[in-house]
């Protein structure tokens, strides 16, 4: 039989391939609704004003990726982020308003397991104003987003994502929201980079186009503007200093830019508007105040920070946010996130971590289909790997912390030459694994198949589209890794700093 024709026959098992030992994943019912505790409105006290101004406190939280505990990297936890912004809205309660700018879900075991419905009722209980989307908000597909945005009481936003069909706004967001406070109206329009749409995984975002960000503000700030708004904020899942381009010589006519997805604190001006954005994990939160002229209903801009000093003051835990983050750990997290693997001996960093990857990528693969040539497997360090892993006990969630993306593995078969460019290119950030060396005879026009992940494989960043891919294995690289864990009791952190396995030859 030849190659293309067996690869073929082997698609319909994909639904039983699966090993009998990876950890079986226990998501949230899609319909359960934990006991809330009653809604209280913390927008209606008092707006601060002098005898010439009134003043709006906007706070931003990007990047946020689900990491609702405390204390893990400087990180103060959804429940006591809760107490950190009632703390800062007693000092102007009716004129604080709080964003969210994307990739608030994505990303550790709490959050993951019950699909962002945890965090999302953790935003409607602290009084979020409105959520951009990210680009982590599309990995569980538009399905999980609409899930979420039917439990919110705040707005999503996307005003350039457009539906293919329609060749509008996507019908689970919205291009801005006005927000009321007293007298005065204040526009926040929402935007994710169309430069990073290749950060999703491009079978989620195929029936979606991004519209240009530049263009669409300037048309979504017009209708603010119209509308009567006062203040105009844009808040854009973007990097900071990509937005300072693309912003110069452009006049936009709003007040205020929050950026996000770089993870790093960033601030700067463009045109006098100050543009601001928070690193990752609720580490820090974007601050600005800006003032309205009574009289001439001018604005000007009286602050603009980010706090990076969170742990300063001891914040306690909101009780309600603990008593709904306790119904979903009760029921969904913690049986499934405390499970005990194994250990390590001696510390994993990111390179090793993704060796170790690859290598169990490569060997369970060849356990299923023993009849695949398969030459390689390989993935990429910075991004794929997102912690470390410290000598000691494993459990299921020290793995979600490492490897928090459903990224599925796959067969996916390419060029010599395109494997020689993606892996010559990325050498400080592709971990590579073969068996034997026989690939380092591969002709640059040739045809292979190659063990990735469907995010690297079908990304046109990366390599040319979905066609690409052959076999969908149905088994994620966490479930792969966490399995091997289980069968080998100890990993040995020494093993895989270095190998020769994992050194990438050139395609002749």
Known sequence: MKKSNLILALIPLLTSCGGDNIAAEQFVDPDFIPTLPEFVNKNNGAIKEDETNVYFDFYELSDFHGATTYGEGSQLGISKLASYFDDKRLANPGGSIILAGGDMWQGTADSNITRGNLVTYAMCEIGFDSMTLGNHEFDWTDTWIKNNKNRANFPFLCANLIDKTTSTVADFVL???????????????????????????????????????????????????????????????????????????????????????????????????????????????????????????????????????????????????????????????????????????????????????????????????????????????????????NNGNITYGDIYSVFPFDNEIVIMETTGKKLNNYCAGNLNNAAFYQEVYEYGVLTSSGKYLFITTDYLASNSGYFLSAGDVKVYTKITVRDCVAEAIRNKKTIKADEYKTNAKNEFKPIK
């Not at 503007?225 to 937005?243: E, K, M």
């Open 175 to 389: 291009p801005s929201t006005v927000v009321e406070r007293g007298n005065y109206k204040i526009g926040i329009i929402g935007t994710i980079g169309e430069n990073i749409k290749d950060a999703i995984l491009a079978s989620a975002v195929k029936n979606f186009d991004f519209a240009d960000e530049i263009e669409t503000v300037k048309s979504e700030t017009q209708k603010l503007r119209d509308n009567g708004c006062d203040i105009v904020v844009w808040s854009s899942h973007n990097d900071i200093d990509y937005l300072k381009n693309i912003m110069n010589g452009q006049n936009l006519d709003v007040d205020l830019v929050f950026g996000g997805h770089s993870h790093s604190v960033l601030t700067g001006t463009v045109d006098e508007i100050p543009l601001l954005e928070t690193n990752d994990l609720g580490k820090s939160v974007a601050h600005a105040q800006l003032a309205i002229n009574k009289e001439t209903k001018q604005v000007s801009v009286v602050k603009s920070e980010v706090d990076s000093n969170l742990f300063v003051k001891q914040y306690q835990n909101n009780a309600n946010i603990d008593m709904i983050y306790n119904q979903y750990n009760e029921r969904y997290i913690n049986p499934v996130k405390n499970q005990k693997l194994g250990k390590a001996s001696g510390d994993f960093d990111e390179r090793s971590l993704a060796n170790f990857a690859v290598e169990v990528m490569y060997k369970k693969v060849h356990e299923l289909y023993p009849d695949l040539d398969t030459k390689a497997a390989f993935t990429n360090v910075n991004g794929g790997i997102r912690n470390t892993l």
